[in-house]
């Protein structure tokens, strides 16, 4: 519930509608949701849809992408907190056989590692999990693409290592960890790995047509650490004012 002080002025909401009517425009977004947080709370939502029969709000599922990664991350850091692992500690040390052991968990966490950015073979995003069963099928034959710790280069195939570590110490299925520490405590209700009415059904547009193409919706196995999560905009405004100030605002 806002309170008077927490109330944009007129003009900062008339900005905001401007903001994402341009945005939507200029991404060529079929529709989006946006909210603003101060003080633990969402206190501004907007939306804009060019979707027939799509209207949507705060409590519409939309795939969150690569913000997976930010939940995964946590699961990783919960480990830390309670000493189950150093940041430190190369991946060896907890899940070894991988043929990436000499990175750290720090390294994985930063997109460091050296790993590739991609998965071998079909693009993981629009193929079943099935296609990549285990992690050897995700980090291909000879999974260093770069030194260890010497660059960045964003790795999708890191947070996959991520969430089977996660797995592994907690030995019980990443979906299980996540709900059960991070979406239940927090009272992310409508945050989930798989899609759940109402939601945004996925759209590819064309590059260069007012053409829109049905993205089709697939478990990504044990990519889904790294991009599998729907969400909502209250759902990460919350999970917004947990990362900041360690509370959920309630």
Known sequence: MTTPQDELLPGTRRALLHRIALAQSEGRAPS???AVVRGGKAVWTGARTSVEGHAPDENVQYRIGSITKTFTAVLVLRLRDEGVLDLADPLENHLPGTGVGEATVAE????SGGLAAETPGPWWERTPGSLRPGLADVLGERPPAHPVGRRFHYSNPGYAVLGALVEKLR???WEEVLRR???????????????EAPYAGGWAVHPWADVMLPEPLEDLGVMAPAGQLWSTAGDLARFAAFLAEGTTGC
Do not use: K, M, Q, Y
Request: charged share 20%; net charge positive; proline share 8%.
């Open 181 to 195: 520490e991070v979406l239940e405590p927090l009272g992310l209700r409508r945050t989930t790995v798989r899609a």
């Open 171 to 173: 030995g019980a299925p």
């Open 108 to 111: 994985l966490l930063a997109h």
């Open 32 to 34: 989006l949701v946006a």
